[in-house]
């Protein structure tokens, strides 16, 4: 009875989000493994800059590892590769075994054996993969295309995709891509997908970075994110999707040139690094012949030091320096080096100063969490009583949404006004219980009456990005974006998918109930965009799941006659419905 039971069940393919899929990093020289994201050890922020910093590659768009050389990121395979967010003896104790913010994909999975029948690798699959890439890319797409096919091989079924968050965007990519995705697929079972954006914390990410309030410093994530190809999928759709108002980054741009400007402030960790080689700290380190000025054949690189280990990424950083000198300005190679000397194993990089090398000895190792940390600084009242400037609004796709009005920006915003409105034009509650459809469409703001930051012409994000960073600076190496990322993922995006009617049916399952940032303000006057890496914003906030607004998880495109039910629970939290019950006992019902 049981064995007819598991054989009449649809086989089950999971779908992890965003930092859902374990990456282990895989030595090329010894073939060792260790986790990159989540390391287990105390070292688990080093190792994600050490395996996960990198760049696109124009040429294959690939997301590359700085340590690409040395070793290759592979997503762990299987519901092993998802079920938790992080692997440790003691979180498998019944101390630590309701951790709702470290389980993910295992208690659905465990629930889906022990209510249903099913059986892990025989009909309950799961996909990982390296969430850093474009979800279209054939390195994504082919490995899932054979998973789908595999698993209705096995059962002679066709498969049930669950997905969530950016889970779901990968398998939307899918059928983008693949006509013939109706041959395949029974249900499309999405949890909290952000069809049309995650929220305004996606376009802060490429100024500040974004943890999804997981305990990582921002500025280590993002320095992936800034060229990661999941961040154009979290974003608004691009202009034939004009369901929801689209998430922009307000700023204060001061219109006259009265204020001096100053310097950016760096990380009290990175300035203070600065000042321990001031004049005076130099005048006891260096000979008067140091004065003279830097030569990078001063350096000397011996990565054998690592003994055929992967070597910090920093070493890496100026092992690239070094082949290209021109990477970092020459009046910054030294002090560059000596950062980099600090974040690096001993001996692995040396300058050629015998007092240095003496001094070396004293220096606390340089913690990567540390590097580069802003201390943020909220707009002050003073701040907001500048009157000589003008608002800018930014945005990922440009045509989206804009009026053709620009003005000196002599109002302020009320948050609390502008949440109220967002708010109800954002939720449209329709008479079924608990279920709503996000029908409304918007156009030209909130407010066209007032002179208001909505009334400004909107400009692409990733053109004022493009400015923050210095080039020719350490900065400019570790946080590099990329146009082509957005430009590749919105082809992707705007293909339409191809439906027809048949035993399909698409669910979805959303939160509501918790406010969300939907806009960035920054409130604080700049005279250049650098100033916003320092500046704490604030937001307006929309009703959604913490993390996506509740109208995005509700604008898929799929026809109401192939629609199964779309689903609001009220307080369900983006990350922690992976281990409500409720979830547990909606899925069941929908695959029964």
């Given at each position: 009875?049981?064995?007819?039971?598991?054989?009449n069940?649809?086989?089950?393919?999971?779908?992890?989000?965003?930092?859902?899929?374990?990456l282990?990093?895989?030595?090329?020289?010894?073939?060792?493994?260790?986790?990159?994201?989540?390391?287990?050890?105390?070292k688990?922020?080093?190792?994600?800059?050490?395996?996960?910093?990198?760049?696109?590659?124009e040429?294959?768009?690939l997301y590359?590892?700085?340590?690409?050389?040395y070793?290759?990121?592979?997503?762990?395979?299987?519901?092993?590769g998802?079920?938790?967010?992080?692997?440790h003896?003691?979180?498998?104790?019944?101390?630590?075994?309701?951790?709702?913010f470290?389980?993910?994909?295992?208690?659905?999975?465990?629930?889906?054996?022990?209510k249903?029948?099913?059986?892990?690798?025989?009909?309950?699959?799961?996909?990982?993969?390296?969430?850093?890439?474009?979800?279209?890319?054939?390195?994504?797409?082919?490995?899932?295309?054979?998973?789908?096919?595999?698993?209705k091989?096995?059962?002679s079924?066709?498969?049930?995709?669950?997905?969530?968050?950016?889970?779901?965007?990968?398998?939307?990519?899918?059928?983008?891509?693949?006509?013939?995705?109706?041959?395949?697929?029974?249900?499309?079972?999405?949890?909290?997908?952000?069809?049309?954006?995650?929220?305004?914390?996606?376009?802060?990410?490429?100024?500040?970075g974004?943890?999804?309030?997981?305990?990582?410093?921002?500025?280590?994530?993002k320095?992936?994110?800034?060229?990661?190809?999941?961040?154009?999928?979290?974003m608004?759709?691009?202009?034939?999707?004009?369901?929801?108002?689209?998430?922009?980054?307000?700023?204060?741009?001061?219109?006259?040139?009265?204020?001096?400007?100053?310097?950016?402030?760096?990380?009290?960790?990175?300035?203070?690094?600065?000042?321990?080689?001031?004049?005076?700290?130099?005048?006891?380190?260096?000979?008067?012949?140091?004065?003279?000025?830097?030569n990078?054949?001063?350096?000397?690189?011996?990565?054998?030091?690592y003994?055929?280990?992967?070597?910090?990424?920093?070493?890496?950083?100026?092992?690239?320096?070094?082949?290209?000198?021109?990477?970092?300005?020459?009046?910054?190679?030294e002090?560059?080096?000596?950062?980099?000397?600090?974040g690096?194993?001993?001996?692995?990089?040396?300058?050629?100063?015998?007092?240095?090398?003496?001094y070396?000895?004293?220096?606390?190792?340089?913690?990567?969490?540390?590097?580069?940390?802003?201390?943020l600084?909220?707009?002050?009242?003073?701040?907001?009583?500048?009157?000589?400037?003008?608002w800018?609004?930014?945005?990922?796709?440009?045509?989206?949404?804009?009026?053709?009005?620009?003005?000196?920006?002599?109002?302020?915003?009320?948050?609390?006004?502008?949440?109220?409105?967002?708010?109800?034009?954002?939720?449209?509650?329709?008479?079924?219980?608990?279920?709503?459809?996000?029908e409304q469409?918007?156009?030209?703001?909130?407010?066209?009456?007032?002179?208001n930051?909505?009334?400004?012409e909107?400009?692409?994000?990733?053109?004022?990005?493009?400015?923050?960073?210095?080039?020719?600076?350490?900065?400019?190496?570790?946080?590099?974006?990329?146009?082509?990322?957005?430009q590749?993922?919105?082809?992707?995006?705007?293909?339409?998918?191809?439906?027809?009617?048949?035993?399909?049916?698409?669910?979805?399952?959303?939160?509501?109930?918790?406010?969300?940032?939907?806009?960035?303000?920054?409130?604080k006057?700049?005279?250049?965009?650098?100033?916003?890496?320092?500046?704490?914003?604030?937001?307006?906030?929309?009703?959604?799941?913490?993390?996506?607004?509740?109208?995005?998880?509700?604008?898929?495109?799929?026809?109401?006659?192939?629609?199964?039910?779309?689903?609001?629970?009220?307080g369900?939290d983006?990350?922690?419905?992976?281990?409500?019950?409720?979830?547990?006992?909606?899925?069941?019902?929908i695959?029964?």
């Open positions: 009875e049981k064995q007819t039971l598991i054989s069940l649809n086989p089950v393919i999971l779908i992890p989000g965003l930092c859902g899929s374990k282990i990093g895989v030595n090329k020289t010894t073939n060792e493994k260790e986790y990159a994201f989540i390391n287990p050890s105390l688990a922020i080093s190792k994600i800059s050490q395996y996960l910093w990198g760049h696109f590659n040429d294959t768009h590359e590892s700085f340590v690409h050389d070793a290759n990121v592979i997503p762990k395979e299987g519901i092993d998802c079920d938790k967010m992080l692997d003896k003691i979180l498998d104790t019944k101390l630590f075994s309701n951790l709702s470290l389980n993910y994909f295992g208690m659905l999975a465990t629930n889906l054996q022990e249903m029948g099913y059986k892990e690798n025989h009909n309950l699959f799961a996909y990982s993969y390296d969430w850093r890439q474009l979800l279209h890319h054939p390195t994504i797409m082919e490995p899932f295309r054979a998973l789908i096919k595999q698993a091989q096995q059962s079924k066709k498969v049930v995709l669950i997905g969530h968050s950016l889970g779901g965007l990968l398998i939307e990519t899918y059928m983008r891509l693949h006509s013939d995705w109706q041959d395949d697929i029974h249900k499309f079972i999405a949890l909290a997908v952000p069809f049309d954006g995650c929220n305004a914390q996606i376009l802060q990410c490429l100024i500040l974004h943890n999804m309030n997981l305990p990582i410093p921002s500025s280590i994530v320095a992936i994110q800034m060229g990661c190809g999941a961040t154009p999928y979290l608004n759709k691009p202009k034939d999707y004009i369901h929801n108002l689209t998430s922009q980054v307000f700023v204060k741009k001061l219109s006259q040139l009265e204020t001096p400007v100053q310097q950016t402030p760096m990380s009290p960790k990175f300035s203070n690094l600065f000042k321990s080689f001031s004049s005076t700290s130099e005048s006891k380190l260096f000979s008067p012949k140091a004065s003279k000025p830097f990078i054949d001063q350096v000397t690189l011996d990565i054998s030091v003994n055929n280990q992967v070597p910090d990424v920093f070493f890496v950083l100026a092992q690239q320096i070094k082949s290209d000198p021109t990477l970092i300005r020459q009046s910054l190679h002090k560059t080096f000596k950062i980099l000397q600090k690096s194993k001993a001996g692995a990089i040396r300058l050629q100063s015998d007092r240095f090398q003496n070396l000895k004293e220096l606390v190792p340089l913690k990567v969490e540390e590097f580069l940390e802003p201390n600084v909220k707009a002050s009242n003073d701040d907001l009583q500048v009157k000589n400037f003008t800018e609004a930014f945005v990922p796709h440009q045509h989206r949404l804009h009026t053709d009005t620009d003005y000196g920006g002599q109002s302020q915003i009320n948050l609390d006004q502008l949440t109220q409105k967002c708010d109800q034009q954002l939720l449209r509650q329709k008479v079924f219980s608990e279920q709503q459809k996000a469409r918007y156009e030209f703001g909130l407010d066209t009456d007032e002179r930051p909505w009334k400004v909107n400009q692409n994000i990733y053109e004022m990005v493009s400015q923050l960073i210095e080039p020719g600076t350490l900065e400019s190496m570790i946080y590099q974006v990329s146009p082509t990322v957005q590749e993922a919105n082809k992707v995006r705007q293909k339409r998918i191809q439906f027809c009617e048949g035993e399909f049916r698409f669910y979805s399952i959303n939160g509501s109930g918790k406010q969300m940032p939907y806009h960035v303000v920054y409130n006057p700049v005279l250049e965009y650098k100033e916003l890496l320092t500046q704490k914003p604030e937001y307006i906030c929309v009703n959604g799941d913490g993390t996506v607004a509740l109208t995005s998880a509700l604008s898929d495109e799929f026809p109401e006659t192939l629609v199964g039910d779309r689903i609001v629970v009220p369900f983006h990350f922690r419905m992976m281990s409500d019950q409720r979830l547990f006992q909606l899925i069941v019902e695959l029964q």
